[in-house]
């Protein structure tokens, strides 16, 4: 039943859904990220990227103004600090912008909740305080008790979805943050074009001699590349090192764009030469009794039929030099931060900004951006590619 037309057998359907598992479990991650990267710090601490179109509820910790400055006296020995306390803790300019409602309140740890809007809660000694649900409050006492530093208060405050594009521009545009965001942005533009063109250059060659030249080793050959491609990268490193240390290369773009291309040479050799063994035998005997040179087969009929599978290596050697940070860490070392990558610029802003969640998420997007981009173009070529030379 599995073979009659307009049937799809089990196969086919469990085929399927695992395309749809795998697609969702890479677009969501990156749908939250780019939600969230348009999110505040206390909407992304309350609640998931997935509640962003919601209202969210923030617990915060609000101080009143400070009184010595902002009280004033009844006549009768008592002073009065009124103001609002979203203003009074620097998150609104104008207590006219607060869009946040207050649902609990508390000027204890222990009891955050203790109080709804409205109502008045004893301090002792005759101290009060009362706050409104748009943050308004009244804070009442005597001379020596309204003084000093303002009233901490605990509130559970409701928030209405808010997508900002501060974010970006305090990543973009921001002064400090500029200058170090642009700066890494054309660092890792000047390690990943190199590094991805360098091993293309030196694969292709050596890939058309392994596909379609005869001579002695050519099997070992292939066989040597294979096994390189399960060489963990992580035993070559400090030997490389040492290597650029000795030869006077040091830690530099030189260096890194080397060790990108000795990294990516066995897989776009074995990519390449899988897809140059599958070009039609007759093209290249034709060109061969017409007299032309390897060197000349392998530029003008070779290399441009073997496009795809150089499009594939390119955008996985992008995708690789642009997200690396071990690589950049190990051979691109500057304490003056000249040579830094997006990569190393947002482990510096994980450590600087630990809970500015909202400036790690708007960074790690603008650095995702360029491979999105690159792989939406041409992943047509990546699946061609790839495909190529698997079956006959």
Same mark, same amino acid.
């Given at each position: 039943m599995d073979n009659i037309a307009g049937t799809k057998s089990r196969l086919t359907w469990a085929v399927n859904i695992s395309v749809v598992f795998l697609v969702l479990l890479w677009v969501l991650p990156t749908v939250g990220l780019l939600v969230s990267s348009f999110r505040t710090t206390e909407q992304i601490r309350s609640s998931g990227w997935w509640a962003a179109l919601f209202p969210a509820e923030i617990n915060q910790t609000l101080r009143a103004a400070d009184p010595d400055d902002n009280r004033t006296a009844d006549g009768a020995g008592r002073y009065t600090v009124e103001g609002n306390l979203f203003v009074a803790g620097g998150h609104v300019p104008d207590a006219e912008q607060v869009s946040a409602t207050i649902r609990s309140w508390g000027t204890s740890s222990r009891a955050i909740d203790a109080y709804r809007?409205?109502?008045?809660?004893?301090?002792?000694? &005759?101290?009060?305080?009362?706050?409104?649900?748009? &943050?308004?409050?009244?804070?009442? &006492?005597? &001379?020596?008790?309204?003084s000093g530093r303002g009233q901490r208060v605990f509130v559970t405050a409701e928030t209405p979805p808010d997508l900002t594009f501060d974010n970006y521009r305090k990543v973009l545009f921001e002064p400090g943050n500029r200058e170090g965001m642009t700066k890494a942005f054309f660092n890792t533009l000047t390690v990943t074009i190199p590094a991805t063109i360098i091993p293309i250059l030196f694969a292709a060659f050596a890939a058309y001699a392994l596909a379609w030249m005869d001579f002695p080793g050519r099997a070992i050959l292939v066989a040597g590349v294979v096994a390189l491609l399960v060489v963990p990268l992580q035993l070559a490193l400090i030997p490389l090192l040492k290597l650029h240390n000795e030869i006077g290369i040091g830690k530099g773009y030189l260096g890194v764009w080397l060790a990108h291309t000795g990294f990516g040479l066995p897989l776009a050799i074995y990519l390449l030469r899988n897809y140059m063994v599958g070009l039609p035998r007759e093209i290249i005997?034709?060109?061969?009794?017409d007299g032309a040179s390897d060197f000349q087969i392998f530029v003008r009929i070779v290399l441009p039929l073997s496009f795809p599978a150089l499009a594939? *290596?390119?955008? *996985?050697?992008?995708?690789?030099? /642009?997200?690396?940070?071990l690589v950049a860490m190990v051979f691109l070392i500057d304490s003056s931060g000249q040579t830094t990558v997006m990569t190393r610029q947002i482990v510096e802003l994980l450590g600087t900004?630990?809970?500015? /969640?909202?400036?790690?998420?708007?960074?790690?997007?603008?650095?995702i951006a360029v491979p999105l981009m690159l792989f939406f173009t041409m992943q047509r070529y990546l699946v061609r590619g790839l495909l190529a030379g698997s079956v006959k």
């Amino acid at each position: 039943m599995d073979n009659i037309a307009g049937t799809k057998s089990r196969l086919t359907w469990a085929v399927n859904i695992s395309v749809v598992f795998l697609v969702l479990l890479w677009v969501l991650p990156t749908v939250g990220l780019l939600v969230s990267s348009f999110r505040t710090t206390e909407q992304i601490r309350s609640s998931g990227w997935w509640a962003a179109l919601f209202p969210a509820e923030i617990n915060q910790t609000l101080r009143a103004a400070d009184p010595d400055d902002n009280r004033t006296a009844d006549g009768a020995g008592r002073y009065t600090v009124e103001g609002n306390l979203f203003v009074a803790g620097g998150h609104v300019p104008d207590a006219e912008q607060v869009s946040a409602t207050i649902r609990s309140w508390g000027t204890s740890s222990r009891a955050i909740d203790a109080y709804r809007p409205g109502e008045t809660a004893d301090l002792g000694d &005759g101290e009060t305080m009362t706050v409104r649900s748009n &943050g308004d409050y009244s804070w009442s &006492g005597n &001379g020596d008790q309204i003084s000093g530093r303002g009233q901490r208060v605990f509130v559970t405050a409701e928030t209405p979805p808010d997508l900002t594009f501060d974010n970006y521009r305090k990543v973009l545009f921001e002064p400090g943050n500029r200058e170090g965001m642009t700066k890494a942005f054309f660092n890792t533009l000047t390690v990943t074009i190199p590094a991805t063109i360098i091993p293309i250059l030196f694969a292709a060659f050596a890939a058309y001699a392994l596909a379609w030249m005869d001579f002695p080793g050519r099997a070992i050959l292939v066989a040597g590349v294979v096994a390189l491609l399960v060489v963990p990268l992580q035993l070559a490193l400090i030997p490389l090192l040492k290597l650029h240390n000795e030869i006077g290369i040091g830690k530099g773009y030189l260096g890194v764009w080397l060790a990108h291309t000795g990294f990516g040479l066995p897989l776009a050799i074995y990519l390449l030469r899988n897809y140059m063994v599958g070009l039609p035998r007759e093209i290249i005997e034709n060109a061969r009794v017409d007299g032309a040179s390897d060197f000349q087969i392998f530029v003008r009929i070779v290399l441009p039929l073997s496009f795809p599978a150089l499009a594939s *290596f390119a955008i *996985f050697q992008f995708l690789w030099t /642009w997200n690396d940070l071990l690589v950049a860490m190990v051979f691109l070392i500057d304490s003056s931060g000249q040579t830094t990558v997006m990569t190393r610029q947002i482990v510096e802003l994980l450590g600087t900004r630990g809970g500015d /969640w909202e400036i790690l998420a708007t960074s790690a997007f603008v650095s995702i951006a360029v491979p999105l981009m690159l792989f939406f173009t041409m992943q047509r070529y990546l699946v061609r590619g790839l495909l190529a030379g698997s079956v006959k």
